[in-house]
C-alpha cells in the first residue's frame, strides 16, 4: 500500500478514536454528574424525597453532636443563609467549622439528611481565609 | 531577621531579572560573557535562597513566634522533626521551597552543561530565572515568609495534627522536586525552539532531569497515597481528588517523555511530539500548583481561596501561548525524515503507549475541571464523582500495562514470526496460565477488569524475568561470571535499560495490587459496645474495651479489637481518635479538649501479603456532655469569682496564681476522660478487609528503584569500553534561523 495512504489511514482511525473517546467523556459527565447546589440553590429547589449534594463552608458554632449523630449547618458563600444537616456516618478528621464540605443529602420533608459516609472536607488549609461566620 | 530575610527575597528577584537580560544580551549579541553571567546569577539565587530558607528554619527551631508563619504552624510543644519540616506546611514557607528548589536545579544542569548547548543554555536560563523569578516575586509581594508581627503569641498554633506524618512532611519536597525538575526539559525545549538547535542535544542533555522528575513527583504521589491510607481515616488511598490528579497528569505527561524521547534518540522521529509533550509536561506541573494555591476547585485538598489564582492565570496564559506560538513556528524544521515502518515495531508501541497516557491526562483533566467547565456552560457546577473516571482510566491501564510488556519484547522497525516467536512464547504462556490459575483457585471470575489486570501483570512479570534471564545468560557465556555477578554487571553496563525494565516491572505488581483492593474490598460501618462483635468477608472483629488517655496536648479515645478468622486470634487492632484543644472560648474551659472538630483519627491496622486489615473509630463523646458542661460552669465560676483579684496583678503573678487552677482542670479533664474508658458506650467504627493492598507499595518501592538505576551515573570506564551498537547515528540538523 501507499505510505501516504497508510498514514491517511492510520491518521484517519487515531482521529476516530479520540472522537470517541471524547464524546463518550463529555457524555458520561453530563448524565453522570450531579448539580452541586449552594444553600441557597438547596433551599430553592429542594423538593421532598430528592437527593442533592451541598456545598458550602461549615457555620461556626452549628456543630454538635448526639450520639452517632453529627448536626451542622453550610453556608452560603454569598448569601447570609445556612442549611441545618443531620448526618451519620464516619466524620472525614479535617472537618471543623470554617472548612468547606461536600456532603449528599436527601430532603426528608424539610430536613437534610446527609448520606452516610458522603461528607468529604477540605484538608487542613495553608492557605484557608475567611472562616464559616454568618458575620463575615 | 525578618527583614534581611525580606531582602534577600527581593535581592533574589534582583538576580533573576539581571540573569534574564544578561543572558539574552549574551546570545543575541553572542557576548559569551554576559551569558557566563546569567548562569552565575542562577547561582547565586541558589545561594540567596538557601540562606532565606536556612534563616526560616532556624526561627521555626527557635520557636520565634513574631515570625507569622511560624505563630501559625508551630508550637512549643512540636516535635523537632516536625519543626524541621513545618516551613513548607504554609503558603509562605512552600514558595520559598519552590524557589529553592528550582534554583538549586536549575544551577545543577547549568553548572553541568556549562561547555555545551552554547546557542540553547543561555535561553533555558532565562526561562528558568523566569519561572523562579516568579515564585519569589509571589513570595516578595504577596505571601512573605518573613512576616513578623510587634505583638507575638506565647505559643503557637502549631502544626495540623493531621500533617504530622512523616508522609506528609516528604509529599511536599518530593513534589516540588518534581515540578521543579519538570521546568529544566521544558526551558531546553523552549530553548531549543527559539534558537533553532532542533537536534537531539538538548535532549540527551536533559533526559536525566526529566526522569529525576518522573522518580521524585511519583515517589511524592505514592506518599501522599501512603499518608491518605494510614493517616486520613477513610480507608482508601486515591480518592480522584483534584490535587491528587493535579500531580497525576504532569507525572502520566512525563512518563510519556521518558519513552519517546528513546524514539528520537534512536531514529530522529516524533520530534514534534516530544517538545509538545515536555511542554505540556511542565504547563500541567504549573496548573497543579495553580489548582492547589488557588482554590478554584472545591476538593478534599484544594485550598481556600487565595491571592495567587490571579498571577497564575497570567503565568500559564504565557506559558501555553509561547509553547503554541514556537512550535507552529519550527513545525517545518521539526518533521521527521523518518516514519514508522511496521505497527509491529517497538516504534509503534512507544507511540501507542504516548497515546494512551495523553488520553488519560485528557479524561483526568476533563473530568477535574467539569465543575468549571459546566458552571461556565450551563451556569451551575456539576460534581462528576470517582466513578466517572473508572469508565475510561480502568480500559487505559490494562492496554498500558500489556504495552509495558510488549515493548521490551518487540524489535524495532519492524518485528518479524520469528521475533515475536522467540520473545513472547514464555510471557504468554505465564499469562495463560495465571489466567487459569486466578478462575480456578480464587472467586475473582466476577470481576473481568481485575482478571485481566493480573493476567496482563503477569504477563509484564514474566516479559521482564525473561529480559533478565536472556541478557545475564549472554553475560555469562562471555565473561564466565557466576550468575549474581552477571546479573550486576548486566545492569551497570544498561543501566537505562534495566532500570526501565525494573520500573515496568514495578508498575504491574503495583497495579495488581490496585485491582486487587479495589475489586475485592469488603467494607463495614458497625455501631458496637464493648463484648460485641462484626463479621466482614470472614473475620470476625470484636470490640475488646474502649481506650482513654489525657496527654498535655490532646485527650485520645479509641478502641481495641479483636480480630479473628474462624477461631484463629490474627490479630489485635488499636485504634484511636485524638482531640486537640480548640481556641473557641465558647467551648468552655472544659469542654475545649473535647471538641471534636480538631480531631485526627489512629488507624489500626494490619497489613499482610494477601490482605489488609483495618479500621478506624468514631468514639461517641455525647454521654460525658453533662459532666463537661457541670465542669464548664465550675471552673468558669471559679475563675469568675478571681477576676477582680487578678486584675489587679502582673502577668506573672497572675500565671503563679492561676497554676493551681489549671492544674485543677487538668485534674478534671482526666477524669472525665478515664470515665470513658470505665463506662463505655456504644461506638461507631469502619471496618475494612482489603487484599493487596501492600503490593502497591512493594510496587512503588520498586518502580523507584527502577528510576534510581536508570538515573545512576554510567561510570566512565565502562563507557569508554561499551561500543555504540545500539545508536542509529544521525547527520547533524540543518540549524534553522534563530527568531528574531
Not at chain 2, 519543626?83 to 544551577?107: D, E, I
Not at chain 2, 493492598?693 to 518501592?701: D, H, P, Q
Request: glycine letters at 8%; aromatic letters at 10%.
Amino acid at each position: 500500500m501507499d505510505p501516504s495512504r497508510k498514514r491517511a489511514i492510520r491518521l484517519t482511525v487515531a482521529l476516530s478514536a479520540a472522537l470517541l473517546l471524547v464524546t463518550a467523556l463529555i457524555y458520561v459527565s453530563f448524565s453522570a454528574g450531579r448539580d452541586e447546589l449552594t444553600a441557597s440553590q438547596l433551599l430553592a429547589k429542594a423538593r421532598p424525597g430528592g437527593q442533592y449534594i451541598l456545598a458550602g463552608t461549615v457555620l461556626d458554632g452549628s456543630v454538635h453532636q448526639q450520639g452517632t449523630t453529627l448536626y451542622f449547618s453550610v453556608r452560603d458563600p454569598k448569601l447570609k443563609v445556612a442549611v441545618p444537616v443531620r448526618y451519620t456516618g464516619i466524620v472525614p478528621d479535617p472537618f471543623a467549622p470554617g472548612r468547606a464540605v461536600l456532603v449528599n443529602v436527601t430532603d426528608q420533608n424539610g430536613t437534610f439528611i446527609g448520606q452516610q459516609n458522603s461528607l468529604t472536607t477540605k484538608c487542613p488549609s495553608k492557605y484557608q481565609a475567611a472562616s464559616g461566620s454568618l458575620n463575615s | 531577621m525578618g527583614l534581611f530575610g525580606r531582602a534577600l527575597l527581593i535581592l533574589g528577584l534582583v538576580v533573576c531579572i539581571y540573569g534574564i537580560g544578561a543572558s539574552l544580551y549574551g546570545v543575541r549579541r553572542r557576548r559569551p560573557e554576559w551569558v557566563d553571567s546569567g548562569r552565575r546569577a542562577v547561582y547565586a539565587l541558589a545561594g540567596l535562597m538557601v540562606i532565606a530558607f536556612v534563616l526560616l528554619e532556624v526561627a521555626f527551631q527557635r520557636n520565634d513566634f513574631s515570625f507569622n508563619v511560624v505563630a501559625q504552624t508551630s508550637s512549643t510543644t512540636i516535635p523537632t522533626f516536625y519543626k524541621l519540616t513545618a516551613p513548607w506546611s504554609s503558603q509562605q514557607g512552600s514558595l520559598l521551597l519552590w524557589v529553592l528548589l528550582s534554583s538549586l536545579w536549575s544551577s545543577l544542569v547549568l553548572f553541568l552543561t556549562r561547555r555545551r548547548l552554547r546557542e540553547i543554555a543561555p535561553y533555558a536560563t532565562a526561562v528558568l530565572l523566569g519561572m523562579a523569578g516568579f515564585f519569589d516575586a509571589l513570595a516578595v509581594f504577596a505571601a512573605n515568609p518573613f512576616a513578623q508581627t510587634s505583638n507575638p503569641p506565647s505559643n503557637g498554633a502549631g502544626l495540623d495534627p493531621l500533617l504530622q506524618h512523616p508522609s506528609m512532611m516528604f509529599h511536599p519536597p518530593m513534589l516540588y522536586s518534581g515540578y521543579t525538575l519538570m521546568a529544566i526539559p521544558f526551558a531546553f525545549g523552549i530553548g531549543a525552539l527559539i534558537s533553532g538547535r532542533l537536534g537531539s542535544d538538548w535532549i540527551r542533555d536533559t533526559r536525566r532531569f526529566a526522569l529525576a522528575a518522573w522518580l521524585f513527583l511519583g515517589v511524592g504521589i505514592v506518599l501522599g497515597a501512603r499518608w491518605s491510607y494510614t493517616e486520613l481515616g477513610w480507608g482508601g488511598y486515591w480518592g480522584w481528588d483534584a490535587v491528587e490528579n493535579a500531580a497525576l497528569m504532569p507525572w502520566l505527561c512525563v512518563t510519556a517523555f521518558i519513552h519517546s524521547i528513546q524514539i528520537q534518540e534512536k531514529r530522529g522521529m516524533l520530534r514534534v511530539w516530544n517538545v509538545s509533550l515536555i511542554l505540556l509536561a511542565g504547563t500541567l506541573a504549573i496548573f497543579g500548583t495553580f489548582l492547589v494555591r488557588s482554590g478554584v476547585l472545591d476538593s478534599i485538598h484544594a485550598f481556600g481561596a487565595s491571592t495567587l489564582g490571579v498571577p497564575f492565570v497570567v503565568l500559564l496564559g504565557v506559558m501555553i501561548s509561547s509553547s503554541i506560538g514556537l512550535i507552529l513556528l519550527r513545525r517545518n524544521s521539526l518533521r521527521s525524515e523518518h516514519r514508522i515502518d511496521s505497527l509491529l515495531s517497538r516504534e509503534a508501541m512507544f507511540l501507542f503507549q504516548n497515546l494512551v497516557l495523553v488520553a488519560m491526562v485528557f479524561v483526568i483533566f476533563w473530568i477535574t475541571m467539569f465543575p468549571l467547565i459546566s458552571e461556565a456552560i450551563t451556569g451551575t457546577k456539576v460534581s462528576v464523582g470517582p466513578p466517572a473516571f473508572t469508565p475510561f482510566v480502568v480500559p487505559l491501564a490494562l492496554i498500558l500495562v500489556a504495552l509495558a510488556g510488549i515493548g521490551p519484547l518487540i524489535s524495532w522497525r519492524r518485528a518479524t514470526a520469528a521475533n515475536l516467536r522467540r520473545n513472547f512464547t514464555f510471557p504468554v504462556a505465564f499469562a495463560v496460565v495465571t489466567l487459569i490459575a486466578v478462575l480456578a483457585l480464587t472467586g475473582a471470575g466476577s470481576k473481568p477488569f481485575a482478571v485481566a489486570m493480573f493476567v496482563l501483570g503477569a504477563f509484564v512479570i514474566a516479559s521482564v524475568l525473561q529480559e533478565l534471564y536472556r541478557g545475564t545468560s549472554a553475560r555469562r557465556a562471555i565473561t564466565k561470571d557466576a550468575w549474581p555477578l552477571a546479573f550486576v554487571s548486566l545492569v551497570r553496563r544498561n543501566r537505562r535499560r534495566y532500570g526501565g525494565y525494573t520500573a515496568h516491572l514495578g508498575i504491574a505488581v503495583l497495579l495488581i495490587g490496585v485491582a486487587g483492593s479495589s475489586s475485592f474490598q469488603h467494607s463495614r460501618d458497625v455501631t458496637l459496645r464493648p463484648g460485641q462483635s462484626a463479621r466482614v468477608d470472614g473475620y470476625t472483629f470484636r470490640y475488646v474495651k474502649p481506650t482513654a488517655v489525657a496527654l498535655p496536648s490532646k485527650v485520645e479515645f479509641g478502641a481495641v479489637l479483636a480480630v479473628y478468622h474462624g477461631r484463629t486470634h490474627v490479630t489485635t487492632l488499636r485504634t484511636s481518635r485524638a482531640l486537640y484543644p480548640s481556641t473557641d472560648a465558647s467551648d468552655g474551659i472544659i469542654g475545649r479538649f473535647f471538641d471534636n472538630t480538631n480531631a485526627d483519627s489512629t488507624v489500626g491496622l494490619r497489613a499482610g501479603l494477601t490482605k489488609d486489615i483495618w479500621t478506624v473509630v468514631s468514639p461517641n463523646l455525647t454521654p460525658l456532655g453533662g459532666l463537661i458542661t457541670q465542669g464548664n460552669q465550675y471552673f468558669q465560676a471559679a475563675l469568675n469569682s478571681a477576676s477582680a483579684k487578678l486584675a489587679k496583678m502582673t502577668t506573672a503573678q497572675q500565671n503563679a496564681a492561676l497554676a493551681p487552677f489549671w492544674q485543677a482542670r487538668d485534674i478534671a479533664v482526666a477524669g472525665i476522660v478515664r470515665r470513658y474508658a470505665t463506662h463505655p458506650f456504644p461506638v461507631e467504627f469502619l471496618l475494612i478487609v482489603s487484599p493487596l493492598v501492600s503490593w502497591i507499595w512493594i510496587g512503588a518501592i520498586i518502580v523507584a528503584l527502577g528510576g534510581l538505576i536508570a538515573l545512576w551515573p554510567v561510570p566512565r570506564l565502562v563507557r569508554r569500553r561499551t561500543p555504540r551498537l545500539d545508536r542509529v547515528t544521525l547527520a547533524p540538523e540543518p540549524r534553522e534561523r534563530e527568531l528574531v
